[in-house]
């Protein structure tokens, strides 16, 4: 059966045509528009790239931040029968930005007026590029049109030959190449996912296998709309089902456009946010200020809210069971008068958040489902469009630290080293198949091959299956740790509860490629730092030294006697720590667009710190590299 993203669309506008399907803040307050107006303006895009030389199978890219331009415009490029080239606005032009245009082989180009600037640097370098269109208003230059030109040339398209036109939805195919999502390269370069047009409804029809949206519900994206991940639950999700989609009011630079979205969310009043740790991280860092700034007596009162239902919840999956029950009326005052005022800053309607990305904190899921906004992990890939599993709000659904239930109907095994299938509750590699498996990687065979083997792809991660079918994600096998011994152990868990549990630990790494012993690089929170050895009277000579002992102890908490012994192996907790001053970011390529650290290279950038911690003198904490690196960060 034919159904694709157009076939999908379609469906929905003529069952849902006069309801709001987006809304975006214009005139200080947020505007809607139907599914029948966004059909409307994205035929009259379609057209326009059709009317400007646009031909099926063309490649059309889009540079901006999510509005509803950004939809309506890869809508209407798919109408044209193009092929959408999907850019994260972090990508700087001269490496990154310049290689995915050229290898994409771009032939157009919607650009908003933010990141046109990174486009006319590089444009002498991109002689493929033919079209350049710009949301917002700002003086042109030559081969650039704008936006509002581009569907006026449509509608004259239209009205000369709409049959025309419309004919090249229609002749659209399941296998017909729908995006080229480029991979965020946290092990290699980026590679080119292309995923079809049945990959993204296929990947519609799971993810609606194990969670529900109402047609009347609403959502903000606040993540990128690049990734396949948006596309999907962001707002794919929400067009099968006739709901609504809102994006965060672009402001004039990135940082203005993040402290929109708090306004946003109590504007919009989502029922559901899409997530990744970094930014659940925050908006917790934000809930806990808030609560502290309002004394101490609220913050006790807090925390033993917190305490009771943790308890009352147990892993979320025994919610209330057994003796747990005793704890309902505690736990229904605690919400009455600490956790309902919490959600009233998320709008009041938030009723979960669908986690992606990195894996996230059991810790920190027990937070959110305590104060009554669950957040549910999931977990994908982009080469699977991306979802594989997830937690979901259906009864017994969810589980805290698994990444939830396998996608219906979707084939998982885990395979051992040598490509023989495991039993439940035994580790090795997550391999899948299903209508949602790429079709493979933008000119690039070889590493096609070696992903996707009969039809099946191997994930490059490492997890299992609980007998009672809930999928653990352990971290990726390229990311291992391997002892001298040849055994291995996934880090990953280990680095986010020692950050997440740690005031004075912004950033780990923890390296182990058959050494002696397991090391860490460490980026301090110098401010954290400095308030504990003020507090403690510490002379300014002797802070160095005495920052450097404080980190040694937090990792010292995860071993035989301390707080946290016992939640991961001691042989792999760090016996030496390198203590760096320059944080894993960005900007220095430490940390790619989606906010994972890219190990290899960390381990790269600091290969002479990891190399001289493996010597008896940078074993020690104190040693002279680490002293100097606090003291840079004015300790």
């Not at 199978?57 to 331009?69: M, P, Q, R, T, Y």
């Not at 904490?621 to 960060?633: H, K, V």
């Amino acid at each position: 059966m034919k159904k694709t993203i157009i076939d999908l669309f379609e469906a929905s506008v003529e069952k849902y045509g006069s309801k709001t399907f987006l809304l975006e803040k214009r005139h200080r307050e947020f505007q809607p528009t139907t599914y029948a107006e966004t059909r409307d303006q994205a035929l009259q895009v379609g057209a326009g790239l059709a009317a400007l030389g646009i031909r099926p199978g063309d490649k059309v890219a889009i540079l901006s931040e999510g509005c509803n331009a950004w939809i309506v415009s890869e809508l209407g490029l798919f109408y044209a029968g193009a092929v959408s080239v999907p850019l994260s606005v972090k990508l700087e032009e001269s490496n990154d930005l310049l290689f995915r245009l050229r290898h994409a082989e771009v032939k157009a180009l919607f650009v908003s007026k933010q990141q046109l600037p990174k486009i006319r640097r590089i444009r002498t370098e991109l002689p493929a590029v033919e079209h350049i269109v710009v949301f917002g208003h700002l003086p042109l230059e030559a081969g650039e049109t704008a936006f509002g030109t581009l569907k006026r040339l449509g509608r004259d398209y239209l009205d000369a030959r709409r049959d025309g036109f419309m004919a090249i939805g229609r002749a659209i195919r399941n296998g017909d190449i729908a995006t080229i999502t480029y991979t965020s390269g946290t092990t290699a370069d980026p590679k080119g996912v292309v995923l079809t047009h049945r990959n993204y409804t296929a990947n519609v029809e799971q993810s609606l296998s194990r969670i529900d949206i109402p047609s009347s519900y609403r959502t903000l994206i606040i993540l990128p709309l690049d990734h396949c991940f948006a596309h999907v639950v962001g707002f794919y999700i929400m067009i099968a089902c006739g709901a609504t989609v809102a994006t965060v009011q672009i402001g004039s630079t990135p940082m203005e456009t993040l402290k929109n979205i708090p306004q946003n969310i109590r504007e919009v009043r989502p029922h559901f946010l899409l997530s990744v740790p970094a930014l659940a991280k925050n908006f917790r860092k934000s809930i806990e200020s808030s609560i502290r700034a309002k004394g101490a007596f609220t913050e006790r009162l807090f925390r033993l809210a917190l305490r009771t239902a943790y308890a009352y919840n147990g892993d979320g999956y025994s919610r209330g069971r057994g003796w747990r029950c005793v704890l309902r009326p505690a736990v229904a005052l605690f919400d009455l008068v600490l956790f309902r005022k919490v959600r009233q800053a998320f709008g009041g309607s938030l009723r979960f958040f669908v986690g992606g990305g990195a894996l996230l904190d059991a810790e920190l899921q027990r937070f959110y489902y305590a104060i009554g906004i669950p957040m549910f992990q999931g977990y994908g890939l982009s080469e699977a469009t991306p979802v594989i599993s997830t937690n979901s709000p259906r009864r017994h659904w969810h589980r805290f630290g698994s990444s939830g239930k396998i996608l219906q109907p979707l084939e998982l095994k885990i395979l051992d080293e040598e490509g023989r299938e495991l039993p439940r509750g035994q580790k090795g590699e997550i391999v899948i198949r299903g209508e949602n498996v790429m079709a493979g990687y933008w000119k690039n065979p070889e590493a096609t091959a070696e992903t996707v083997r009969d039809g099946w792809l191997h994930t490059g991660d490492m997890g299992y299956v609980s007998e009672d079918g809930f999928l653990y994600v352990l971290g990726r096998f390229k990311s291992l740790l391997i002892a001298s011994d040849g055994e291995k152990y996934s880090p990953e868990g280990m680095e986010e509860a020692i950050v997440d549990q740690s005031p004075y630990i912004d950033q780990i790494l923890i390296h182990n490629n058959q050494s002696p012993f397991t090391g860490a690089l460490v980026v301090p929170n110098g401010e954290a730092l400095r308030r504990l050895l003020t507090a403690r009277g510490v002379a300014a000579e002797e802070r160095p030294a005495a920052a450097a002992r404080i980190l040694e102890e937090e990792i010292a908490r995860y071993r035989a006697g301390g707080p946290h012994a016992g939640a991961f192996p001691e042989r792999w907790l760090p016996a030496g720590l390198a203590i760096v001053d320059e944080a894993f970011t960005e900007q220095n390529g430490l940390v790619n667009s989606t906010m994972k650290v890219v190990r290899s290279k960390v381990e790269e950038h600091f290969a002479d710190r990891l190399d001289y911690l493996y010597t008896p003198e940078g074993r020690r904490t104190d040693n002279p590299r680490n002293l100097a690196s606090l003291r840079r960060l004015g300790l």
